[in-house]
C-alpha cells in the first residue's frame, strides 16, 4: 500500500526589501518528523519545506526548498501538475500576509489627511534614514485552499496553532478550518503547550476527535498512523 505523499514543512518568508523580510519561528521539526514516519513505512515522500527548515533523515523523492508565500504557491502548482499525491500533510507554517510596501510615518499621516494613496517604496534596500518606517501588509493567498481544487481525491491533513485559547476554542477553530478547505484531518496545536520537550497536539476529522499526542514524535505516529487506516478503509 505503497502511497506518494507531499509533505510541506517550516515557514515562510516574507521580503521587506532586498535584505529584510517578516517570518515566524517555524522549524519544520514536526514536518520532518512526519516525513521520515512515512518514509519508515514505505511510503513515497516530496518535501516542500521553507528555505532553513529541518530535513528528514532519510532522502525523500524530492525535496523543493521556498521563501516566501508566491513561491509556495508556484511550487504547489508545479508538483500538482507533477504528481498524482495520494496524501497532503500541509504542516508548513505559512505567512497570512505579505508586504505591500514601506513608507516613513509622517508621510503616511500626510496621505490619510490628504485622502490620497501613497507611492510605496518596494524592492532595493531601505534606508537606514528612514524614521518610523511603517510596513503596510495585505492578505497572503490560502495556500492550503489549492489541493482540493487540484487533487480532489488526495487526503489532506492541515494544522491549526493558536496560542493560549481554551482548548474548546481551538478545537472549534480547527472544525472550521476542516469544513472550510475539506481537510480529512487536522491537527491543532496551542503554542503555549509546546516545548522543548513536549508538543501538546489533538488530532480531528468531522466526527471529531480522533488521537492526542504529547511530543512531535507521537504526533507523527499518530498522523501516519490516521492516514494509513483512512487508506485501507477505502472510499
Avoid at 532553513?52 to 508538483?79: F, H, K, M, R, W
Avoid at 490628504?114 to 495556500?143: F, H, N, Q
Avoid at 480522533?210 to 501516519?224: G, P
Avoid at 492516514?227 to 478503509?233: A, C, D, L, P, V
Wanted: a negative charge; charged letters at 20%; proline letters at 5%.
Amino acid at each position: 500500500m505503497k502511497k506518494t505523499i507531499l509533505v510541506t514543512a517550516g515557514n515562510t518568508s516574507e521580503p521587506i526589501d532586498r535584505v529584510r523580510t517578516i517570518t515566524n519561528t517555524s522549524s519544520g521539526r514536526l514536518g520532518a518528523l512526519i516525513a521520515d514516519t512515512l518514509m519508515a513505512q514505505g511510503h513515497n515522500v516530496v518535501y516542500l519545506c521553507g528555505k532553513n527548515a529541518a530535513q528528514p533523515a532519510d532522502a525523500p523523492l524530492e525535496t523543493v526548498a521556498i521563501l516566501g508565500v508566491s513561491d509556495l504557491a508556484v511550487a504547489v502548482d508545479d508538483l500538482c501538475a507533477r504528481y498524482q499525491f495520494d496524501g497532503i500533510v500541509h504542516a508548513m507554517a505559512v505567512s497570512d500576509y505579505t508586504v505591500q510596501g514601506v513608507l516613513p510615518m509622517d508621510e503616511l499621516a500626510a496621505h490619510l489627511r490628504a485622502g490620497t494613496r501613497p507611492a510605496l517604496t518596494t524592492g532595493g534596500k531601505l534606508k537606514s534614514s528612514m524614521t518610523e518606517p511603517v510596513i503596510l501588509l495585505r492578505p497572503a493567498p490560502k495556500i492550503i485552499a489549492r489541493f482540493k481544487q487540484y487533487q480532489p481525491k488526495t487526503l489532506l491533513v492541515g494544522f491549526k496553532l493558536l496560542v493560549d485559547v481554551p482548548e474548546a476554542e481551538l478545537l472549534g477553530v480547527a472544525a472550521a478550518l476542516l469544513e472550510k478547505n475539506d481537510c480529512d484531518l487536522v491537527c491543532a496545536n496551542d503554542l503555549t503547550r509546546v516545548t522543548a520537550d513536549g508538543h501538546h497536539a489533538t488530532i480531528l476529522d468531522k466526527t471529531g476527535v480522533l488521537a492526542t499526542a504529547e511530543t512531535k514524535q507521537e504526533i507523527a505516529a499518530a498522523l501516519a498512523a490516521q492516514m494509513n487506516r483512512i487508506w485501507s478503509e477505502g472510499p
